[in-house]
């Protein structure tokens, strides 16, 4: 059982990279997706957010606008499509699955790193 985030590099300013979240052992449907960051120096911090079922979305303040989150349950697979990226944006990127009606995450990614930089 497992979650598999890939697709990280190095990016220059205002490109764009897609990261995929890959289940592994369960199936990722009955969960909600979240993607996290976590730049050098600081905590952790939330960026997206994808619920089972209803479809609800949440993005941070942040990224809203430039970042889609999505879902392939067919490949077992989440997505975060990041755009027009800042170098702040450099961080170690984790997703997370949470299985519906927990307050917690139950499984990890061991994360991929995006480095924003020209």
């Known amino acids: 059982v497992q979650l598999q985030a890939s697709g990280g590099g190095l990016v220059q300013p205002g490109g764009s990279l897609r990261l995929s979240c890959a289940a592994s052992?369960?199936?990722?449907?009955?969960?909600?997706i979240g993607w996290f960051r976590q730049a050098p120096g600081k905590e952790r911090e939330g960026v997206s957010w994808?619920?089972?079922?209803?479809?609800?979305?949440y993005y941070a303040d942040s990224v809203k606008g430039r970042f889609t989150i999505s879902r392939d349950n067919s490949k077992n697979t989440g997505y975060l499509q990041m755009s027009s990226l800042k170098p702040e944006g450099t961080a170690v990127y984790y997703c997370?699955?949470?299985?519906?009606?927990?307050?917690?995450?139950?499984?990890w990614g061991q994360g991929t790193l995006v480095t924003v930089s020209s």
């Open positions: 997370a699955a949470q299985r519906i009606g927990s307050s917690s995450y139950e499984y």
């Open positions: 052992g369960f199936t990722l449907d009955d969960y909600a």
């Open positions: 994808l619920s089972s079922g209803d479809g609800s979305i």
